[in-house]
Every structure is written in structure tokens, then in C-alpha cells.
């Protein structure tokens, strides 16, 4: 039976990684292990050390845009925190209501708005993390140009807590636009939809956020009907806002979109929360549903979904400039024709999350290569015992 442990400091969480690899025993790691349906299944283990006992902002310098907290701080209050000062951490991290930032920043979790503002990686300017030595680590630093050391943190973004503890992140933060509008294309089909995101990158609006939906998603985010959606955010001042609106309605009509709507604050907040926790419904009350997560070309995203829409998924939301979709499939059978269909057209296929009794069953990730081998080195290094979530990244680390 395994032994939680919920240190309250940073010294506490390095001391319990140090006596565990001491004594050989496997950790889980995590904050509210919200995610714990993502990655490979680990071993067995004799510690489950949370972090979220440090839950404390350390520093915040609203006027240069920068934020220290520690990791175990759910996220919400974090995007609370800075709403307060009129700022904002453009992740968009599913799971927001109970995740902490360092499950968000472990998991690299990145929603909507990446277009725009990027990932993690462009957002984390220092941390300081806890290693199975016992020794806390500091890189970076509070300035956004600081770049000593930095390379070292940014090896936990997307490490899934196979490498060390982050205890505290340092942030660079956004001002909030001073206006902001969302509209929604609808279609019966994906091709109208297609055409007008083509137009879309053509003309002189580009979209903060830009996601295709297909009809099973745009149910999930609560639109009536059984439709493909276009979504759009739009930033900028009331006359900016508004000639988004008069172009892309424009747009839309022409390449035969059958409606093009605003969505009023309220709405639009609630679609975009719906839009970035649809990754996460697929694992909600237990359902036996997973999530890939498949990579294209822009110029093929259309194949890309159609692929993986006749392979049995059930839902499709996708990054639509990234060309990055999230594809939910309602069992492990259309879990594992997804795979196999779209890999063999040459898109890149991890599975992102899926129930705890599928997780043997299924290769979450194509074999990394001749990088593969950095990556042993980097985890004998810092993990020479294999200690931590041994086996959640590539089922191998």
C-alpha cells in the first residue's frame, strides 16, 4: 500500500524525493493529479507525493508583467489572481477548475489561444525544482530576458513529472486586450469551413484563436444541432473588433458558411471554457473514451480530420492554424483504427490520455528516434534510480 505525502515547503518536497530514492521506492508525482489518464502507465507505487501544499504566490510585479508562484497554486486561483490586475496566462489548460500550474506546465497543456501567445515553453522565464538528491535547482529567474540557466527548466515542460518536482514557476504574463469578441461559422459540412479559414489567413484580420470543430465537438462545447463550427476570437479596440466582425461575416457567406454569429462576453466565456475542457471529457465519470493528439501540415488538415472522423471518432476539436487536433474516440477499438489510420497517413500520433485498463493495450507514442537516447541520458541523470512516474513518458521513461 503506498504512503501519500504532501510536504508543505519546497526543503520537504526535495527531503521526500531524497529518502524515497534512498530507500528504492517508486513516487508517483503530482498536484491534484487531475491528469492522471495521460501518458504510459507507471509501476506500482510506494510514494504518491502531491504538491499541492505549496499553493502560495511568492512574487507578483504586475507592472513588469511577471508572476512567481508555487507549483501546487490551483490554477484557477492563479488565473484569478492575475484577472484581479487586469492579466491573464493565455494556457487555457483543461481541467482548469482543480489543476495546479505545475501539473498545467508538467503536462504542457496549451489551449485556444496558442496561436497567438504560444505554449508553456514561451511563458516560463524561471523555476526552481526539487531533484531525487535532494537538492533544489533554480533556472532563470524574474525577468523576462533572463536566459541563465534556463534550458534546465524548460527540460520539465512536458517531463510529466519523470525528471523532477517543480516547486515554484516563474511566469511572464499578458495584459488583458482592452477588447475582445468571439464568433462562431457554422456549417453542415467541414469544405465551407475549410475555405473560409484559407480566406481567413489570407486577409489582413488574423484571429487570436482560430478552432474547427467538428459536429460531435461543437455538441460537446453546447451548440444546437449536428454541425461543423468555425470559432474565432477577434482582440483590439471597438472599431478594430468590429470590422473583424463586417469582414469575416463577409467571408464566411462567400464561402458558404449557412451561419455566422457574435457571441455576446458571457457566451463567448463559456464557449471557450467548453472548447478547452473538451480534451478532458473524454475521461470524465469513467467513460472508456481517449484522446489522440495528431499533428498535420495546415495545408492537409482537412485530410487529417476526414482520417480520423472515418476511423470512428466521436469528437474533433482542432487548432486550426497549428493543425493540431484533439480527437476523442468512445472506445478502444476506434481508439486503436484512429491510430493505426492516421499514422499510416503520416500524421504524427500520441494518445493523450485514455482509461488506466487501456493503457497497456495501446502504443501512446511513436518511438522517438535517435533523440531517445538524450533522453535516457537526461533521465539517468537527474533520475538514476528511476524513481518517478517510471514508464509515463513513452512508456519507457
Not at 20 to 28: D, R, T
Not at 111 to 118: D, H
Not at 223 to 235: D, H, K, R, T, V
Request: proline share 6%.
Amino acid at each position: 500500500m503506498s504512503v501519500e505525502v504532501t510536504p508543505a515547503t519546497a526543503e520537504e518536497v526535495a527531503d521526500s524525493l531524497r529518502d524515497a530514492a534512498g530507500q528504492k521506492h517508486i513516487v508517483e508525482l503530482g498536484g491534484h493529479f487531475t491528469k492522471r489518464a495521460f501518458g504510459g502507465a507507471i509501476a506500482p507505487p510506494d510514494v504518491v507525493l502531491s504538491t499541492h501544499g505549496l499553493d502560495q504566490v511568492l512574487a507578483y510585479e504586475p507592472n513588469d508583467l511577471t508572476i512567481s508562484v508555487q507549483a501546487g497554486i490551483p490554477f484557477k486561483v492563479l488565473k484569478a489572481t492575475l484577472h484581479a490586475q487586469g492579466q491573464f496566462l493565455p494556457l487555457d489548460s483543461p481541467f482548469a477548475d482543480n489543476a495546479t500550474i505545475g501539473g498545467v506546465v508538467a503536462a504542457n497543456n496549451n489551449g485556444p489561444r496558442r496561436r497567438r501567445y504560444g505554449t508553456a515553453r514561451d511563458m516560463v522565464i524561471g523555476m526552481t525544482f526539487a531533484t531525487v538528491a535532494g537538492k533544489l535547482v533554480k533556472s532563470g529567474g524574474m525577468v523576462v530576458k533572463n536566459v541563465t540557466g534556463l534550458d534546465m527548466g524548460k527540460l520539465m515542460i512536458g517531463s510529466f513529472g519523470t525528471l523532477a518536482a517543480m516547486t515554484s514557476i516563474n511566469f511572464k504574463v499578458s495584459p488583458r486586450p482592452d477588447g475582445e469578441r468571439s464568433f462562431l461559422a457554422l456549417a453542415d459540412s467541414l469544405d465551407p469551413l475549410l475555405s473560409l479559414r484559407n480566406a481567413i489567413f489570407k486577409s489582413q484580420l488574423q484571429p487570436v484563436a482560430i478552432d474547427l470543430l467538428d459536429a460531435g465537438a461543437s455538441s460537446l462545447a453546447g451548440l444546437p444541432g449536428n454541425q461543423y463550427c468555425l470559432a474565432l476570437e477577434a482582440s483590439g479596440n471597438k472599431s478594430l473588433v468590429d470590422r473583424y466582425e463586417r469582414e469575416w461575416a463577409g467571408l464566411a457567406k462567400e464561402n458558404g458558411a449557412s451561419d455566422f454569429q457574435a457571441l455576446d462576453q458571457a457566451g463567448a466565456e463559456s464557449f471557450w471554457s467548453k472548447v478547452s475542457e473538451i480534451p478532458a471529457l473524454a475521461t470524465a465519470d469513467s467513460a472508456p473514451a481517449s484522446v489522440l493528439r495528431v499533428a498535420s501540415e495546415p495545408r492537409k488538415i482537412g485530410d487529417m480530420l476526414k482520417t480520423a472522423g472515418s476511423a470512428g471518432a466521436s469528437a474533433i476539436v482542432a487548432r486550426a492554424a497549428a493543425a493540431v487536433a484533439y480527437v476523442t474516440c468512445p472506445d478502444l477499438d476506434a481508439t486503436q483504427r484512429c491510430v493505426a489510420a492516421c499514422r499510416a497517413q503520416g500524421y504524427p500520433t500520441i494518445v493523450e490520455s485514455c482509461p488506466a485498463d487501456q493503457k497497456t493495450a495501446l502504443e501512446h507514442w511513436v518511438h522517438p528516434g535517435s533523440q531517445f537516447a538524450v533522453m535516457q541520458r537526461i533521465k539517468d541523470q537527474l533520475d538514476p534510480g528511476r524513481i518517478l512516474n517510471p514508464g509515463r513518458l513513452y512508456n519507457l521513461i
